[in-house]
């Protein structure tokens, strides 16, 4: 008895934490334009060229929204280049947040 309340409350625990995103994202709004960035240059490294793409991109995003991330964006797109033993990404996203940036002064 005690595995199946345990399976219920793990997929009440999932149903919960998979709503809190949907109800979230509700709240956010999403730039008219994509943000596209890449890494810069190739790196050894399949994950590290990932994440030197998403630090740039997530750079151009916050100007936008600065509460922008990865995982908010909406319709994402993920382009790596490899050549030989390394690689270079490219991410393409419409960032999305609830608090828009402050404009940079000129």
Not at 26 to 40: F, N, Q, T
Not at 55 to 76: I, N, Q, R
Not at 79 to 104: E, F, W
Request: glycine letters at 4%; one cysteine or more; hydrophobic letters at 45%.
């Amino acid at each position: 008895m005690s595995t199946v309340v345990s399976l219920l409350r793990s997929a009440c625990a999932a149903m919960l934490f998979a709503a809190l995103p949907a109800a979230h994202a509700a709240a956010l709004e999403c730039a008219d334009k994509e943000v596209s960035a890449r890494g810069l240059g190739f790196t050894p490294s399949p994950e590290k060229s990932m994440e030197a793409a998403k630090t740039e991109w997530l750079k151009k995003a916050t100007e936008v929204f600065s509460d922008a991330t990865v995982e908010t964006a909406k319709d994402p797109k993920v382009m790596c280049a490899s050549q030989g033993l390394y690689s270079n990404c490219t991410i393409t996203a419409v960032p999305c947040g609830a608090v828009p940036a402050t404009p940079k002064a000129n």
